[in-house]
């Protein structure tokens, strides 16, 4: 590997959302205040990248909430690499997003 | 009133995912569709406050939806371009494939020509480029030999008389 890849201030926002406990689209779109069209797509890069994963949540559990199941997405290691050197490129990433308090999933 | 105008509205809401879900390439159209409209649910769900949707936020659940859009091409320019290079190596094989198949249907349509089956076979001669057809005066234009076996041999015996001036020129009645 010849290092992490070099994301834009948008894609590290995304990463740092996700690191932080946004781990679904419409939660990051909240938390950044970037569009749908923008969050949706940054996210299939980043997917696509190896940098997050995604994973359905269990039906069960949707239906119990009585609402649909939502497709949740966590940092892979090599996505915790690049935020770090995201966060030395960008030392206002941290701030930007706090962290956010949930339950397991 | 209300009511009539908020079922109208989801309808345009789904209808719009759905147009975006066309985008999307077929294997992936169902998950891609389900995420979205997971997410349009929770969407209404943190717009709306008591079953009732204010006009701005209508705005932003439909602001909402069209990011549908691009996010179906992007996904569309991904799947495409991970399986480019795939496609190329396809397209190679196809394109060999495609001219083999035209150079057969070619030949067969030459060898259906007239003449075309003779003209392709080899020459039964041994040096057919340096052969000559001798014939008869007055018997130009055949392909069929016009003298006979021994008056060639006697030909072929006087040579020195062959390649004289007389041989060339023509009778008078011809002229």
């Known amino acids: 590997m010849t290092g992490e890849p070099r994301l834009s201030h948008t894609a590290a926002m995304i990463l740092q959302a996700v690191d932080a406990g946004y781990i679904y689209g419409f939660s990051i779109m909240e938390m950044t205040g970037l569009p749908s069209g923008t969050v949706y797509p940054a996210m299939r890069r980043l997917e696509r990248d190896e940098l997050i994963h995604s994973r359905w949540e269990q039906q069960s559990i949707a239906d119990e909430e009585q609402r649909p199941p939502r497709k949740y997405y966590k940092l892979t290691r090599a996505g915790k690499a690049t935020l770090d050197a995201s966060r030395k490129r960008y030392p206002l990433l941290a701030k930007l997003v706090p962290p956010h308090e949930v339950k397991s999933v | ?175």
């Open chain 2, 1 to 175: 009133m209300n009511l009539l105008r908020g079922i109208s509205f989801r309808t345009f809401n789904i209808a719009t995912l759905q147009l975006a879900a066309l985008l999307v390439p077929r294997r992936q159209r169902g998950e891609w569709l389900k995420e979205w409209q997971s997410e349009l649910w929770h969407v209404r769900q943190a717009c709306a406050a008591e079953d009732r949707i204010s006009r701005q936020d209508e705005q932003k659940v439909a602001a909402f939806c069209l990011g549908a859009f691009q996010d179906a091409l992007c996904l569309r320019r991904h799947l495409r371009e991970g399986t480019a290079s795939g496609q190329y190596l396809a397209a190679a094989s196809h394109c060999i494939v495609f001219l083999a198949g035209l150079a057969t249907v070619t030949y067969c349509l030459a060898m259906l020509l007239p003449g075309t089956r003779t003209a392709a076979q080899p020459s039964p001669y041994r040096d057919a480029r340096n052969l000559m057809l001798l014939t008869r005066a007055g018997f130009a234009g055949t392909s069929a030999p016009t003298i006979r076996a021994e008056q060639f041999r006697e030909w072929s015996t006087r040579k020195q008389h062959l390649f004289s001036p007389s041989l060339f020129t023509c009778p008078p009645s011809k002229l």
